[in-house]
Nanobody, 127 residues
Framework: QVQLVESGGGLVQAGGSLRLSCAAS????????MGWFRQAPGKEREFVAA????????IYTDSVKGRFTISRDNAKNTVYLQMNSLKSEDTAVYYC????????????????????WGQGAQVNVSS
């Protein structure tokens, strides 16, 4: 089992920044690739970004490229999502998730591809 706890959400004005953190416990953190997803009211959960086990490879959904940065610190068992130039459409509950197995698969950007989930952190961006 891997337990994930997000923190760092809150209310920010459009154009501002927030950094989300996700602390992991349980099994060896560096054995897992990590992802961030988000879910706005009335919408399906969508992929935001993912990072492989070592931090050497990252992917992003097009709408956040150039604004968001995913990173990880395996010594601290933590993955981060730095969000800059926030827009009102970024308002959602943000979830971190963990997956094992190969990095080079389509499911790395799909909710069904992840085994463990955090409880979510609310991010509200006011326009």
């Amino acid at each position: 089992q891997v337990q994930l706890v997000e923190s760092g959400g809150g209310l920010v004005q459009a154009g501002g920044s927030l950094r989300l953190s996700c602390a992991a416990s349980g099994r060896t953190f560096s054995n897992y690739h990590m992802g961030w997803f988000r879910q706005a009211p009335g919408k399906e959960r969508e992929f935001v970004a993912a990072i492989n086990w070592s931090g050497g490879s990252t992917i992003y959904t097009d709408s956040v490229k150039g604004r968001f940065t995913i990173s990880r610190d395996n010594a601290k068992n933590t993955v981060y999502l730095q969000m800059n130039s926030l827009k009102s459409e970024d308002t959602a509950v943000y979830y971190c998730a963990a997956r094992s197995g190969s990095w080079y698969v389509v499911s790395r950007s799909l909710p069904a591809g992840y085994e463990y989930w955090g409880q979510g952190a609310q991010v509200n961006v006011s326009s």
